[in-house]
């Protein structure tokens, strides 16, 4: 699938000097199963490790399905979320994960 001039100079505009921060990716990952590693905690990581999340963002395109950006968002925060409280079964994720926070 080709992607139009448009859609380059957009993922240019969003993504211009941003990169993957493997150090908070690994951070997410070593301490995913830490008591004192919260839900927002997990989410700041996700965050600052995965800027490409901004892509879904942008109001003026649609995304697969005719979704918005904001409703493909939310089910991805929504997917990793769901990793952070499987991973957490032994404390508090079954909770969160049965009826959320």
Not at 35 to 57: H, K, T
Not at 78 to 87: K, N, R
Request: hydrophobic share 35%.
């Amino acid at each position: 699938c080709a992607m139009g001039s448009s859609s380059i100079v957009t993922l240019e505009r969003l993504m211009k000097g941003k990169k993957t921060d493997w150090a908070r990716a690994r951070n997410a990952a070593t301490r995913i199963r830490d008591r004192d590693y919260s839900c927002n905690d997990f989410f700041q990581d996700v965050l600052a490790a995965f800027p490409e999340l901004v892509l879904y963002l942008d109001p003026d395109e649609l995304n697969t399905g005719g979704r918005t950006g904001d409703d493909e968002y939310q089910r991805t925060m929504g997917a990793m979320f769901c990793v952070y409280w499987l991973m957490r079964l032994h404390l508090d994720g079954g909770q969160s994960f049965s009826y959320g926070l």
